[in-house]
């Protein structure tokens, strides 16, 4: 199943742990955050000044990797 910017952190980072690492390269410290129970990958992206599409792609891509 793909990653969207929709899904909420948590969603994505359950799915595969290994997306913590993208996060992590985008300078997102999401998963320790208790916003990211809520907080979709379009949501944080915008907090932190992330281009949501390069970041989906790349957590679609460490995905893939699996």
């Keep these: ?3 969207t ?3 909420t952190i948590e969603q994505v980072l ?6 913590m690492h993208v996060f ?3 300078g997102m ?3 320790g955050c208790h ?3 809520d907080e979709t990958v ?4 915008m907090a932190h000044r ?5 970041l989906v792609k790349d957590l679609n891509a460490a995905t893939a990797a699996s």
């Design 42 to 45: 379009e949501q944080a992206a």
């Design 24 to 26: 992590l390269k985008y």
């Design 29 to 31: 410290h999401c998963f």
């Design 14 to 19: 359950r799915s595969d742990p290994k997306t």
């Design 50 to 54: 992330v281009n949501v599409e390069s």
């Design 5 to 7: 910017k929709d899904q």
């Design 35 to 37: 916003i990211s129970v």
């Design 1 to 3: 199943m793909a990653i």
